[in-house]
Structures are given as C-alpha cells and as structure tokens.
C-alpha cells in the first residue's frame, strides 16, 4: 500500500459543477495537509494548506481533513474552465517531510 | 515578490553529457528541496538542505547526482553523467522553517537526456 493514494483520474466536469477531489494515506502521523495546483508545465502551486483536522475554507475552495478516517478532500464550487489542472495532495509530520500523492487530472468543460 | 527561480527551463543532451540545474530560493527561505517529477513515479524528493546545509539525500538515485548549495541564495543539481532515464521535469522548492507555512516550488527544469 502506497503512503499516500489519489485518483488519478481524469476528472472531466461542466463549468459551474462542484468538484470533490480525494487523497487516503496510511501514516497516522501525519499532522500537516496541502493541496497544490498544478498547471502544464508549470510547477506545484500552493493552493490551501492545514494543520491536523478540520474544514479550512478559501473563496471557492474548502480542505477538510479526516484523521480518523486518513482522508482529505478538496471541494472547489463553482468550477471554471480556469480551474482545469493537475491537483496534488501533500501531507507529513512537518512542511519540510512531505509525500505527495500522484495527483488528479481535472477539466472543466465550458 | 520574486518566487523560486530555475534554470535553465528546458534541457536537451546526450547521453554521457553532464548537465547542471541551477535554483534561486525565496529570499529569506532556509530550507531548499530538490524533487524529480515523471509519469511513473510522480513527484519524488531528492535532497534537500537546511540553512546550506544537506539534511537528507537519501532520494538521491546515484552516485552520478550531486546537490550543492554553496549559499543561501543559490543551489545547484548535477548529473555526470547523464543517462536517458534521467529524463524528467526537476523542480526545486523553498520553505522559511517554523515560518510554519509550506514549501514553494519553481516552474522547473525539463530535462531531455537523448
């Protein structure tokens, strides 16, 4: 079992649609959680960033993170055709030791 | 604010050849992270040094892979030589430790090993 395990995808949605994306990771240790964006050849963007449990929210994007469950979730509402990308969870014990997942291919269709 | 600077952006040469990626972290940045990003493996960390200090290499595929970072504004990733599995996008990252926010990455370097 991989430490960290995300759909790849693709993702295709219509604009305007909601959009859950999805990690699972085995290491209870694990304390600290982030999404990044990541464009065609561009590098990892942060997106949203969390520590230990909880819902975070920003503009259209929330994180919310289950421990119990090893389970985080990015939900971007209202997706647009800007949103289309590559998304990647991150998660560690620290923001210097982190794996991240494969990430998740998303299109946003107009 | 200037973000995590590499170079060159794409890279192509011959098998045997030796190549070196070059980073500029994020001023006042301490820690600075070396990845490797393909298809089959995804995202996968390297070395990365604490105050230019070298913390952790144990990503480190081979001997033929050596980091520097000869100070606090400048790293280097060399491959001597070069082999066509070597072939990826290199991605440095920075982070300022117990700034208690998470790493920022450059654009990073295609590199096409023929």
């Known amino acids: 079992q991989k430490e960290v395990e995300q759909d790849p995808g693709p993702l295709s949605v219509p604009e305007g649609a909601i959009v859950s994306l999805n990690c699972t990771y085995s290491?209870?240790?694990?304390?600290?959680f982030m999404w990044y964006r990541q464009y065609s050849r561009k590098g990892p963007e942060l997106l949203m960033y969390?520590?230990?449990?909880g819902n975070k929210e920003d503009g259209r994007f929330t994180a919310q993170v289950d421990k119990s469950s090893k389970y985080i979730s990015l939900f971007i509402r209202d997706s647009q055709p800007s949103d289309s990308a590559t998304y990647l969870c991150?998660?560690?014990?620290?923001?210097?030791?982190?794996?991240f997942g494969p990430g998740t291919s998303l299109s946003v269709i107009p | 604010d200037a973000g995590v600077i590499q170079s060159p952006r794409h890279e192509v040469t011959e098998m045997g050849q030796e190549v070196t990626l070059r980073c500029k972290p994020i001023?006042?940045?301490?820690?600075l992270f070396w990845y490797r990003q393909t298809m089959m493996r995804g995202l996968e960390l390297l070395i990365y040094?604490?105050?230019?200090?070298?913390?952790?290499d144990s990503g480190m595929p081979e001997d033929r892979f050596s980091a520097k970072m000869p100070n606090a504004s400048f790293s280097t990733l060399k491959i001597q030589p070069s082999e066509p599995r070597d072939s990826a996008v290199y991605f440095c990252?920075?982070?300022?430790?117990?700034?208690?926010?998470?790493?920022?990455f450059g654009d990073g370097t295609r590199l096409s090993i023929l």
């Open positions: 991150a998660m560690g014990t620290s923001y210097d030791k982190v794996i």
């Open positions: 290491n209870s240790a694990f304390q600290y």
């Open positions: 969390t520590y230990s449990s």
């Open positions: 001023s006042g940045h301490n820690s």
């Open positions: 040094f604490n105050n230019n200090v070298p913390i952790d």
């Open positions: 990252a920075s982070m300022r430790v117990g700034s208690n926010q998470p790493q920022h």
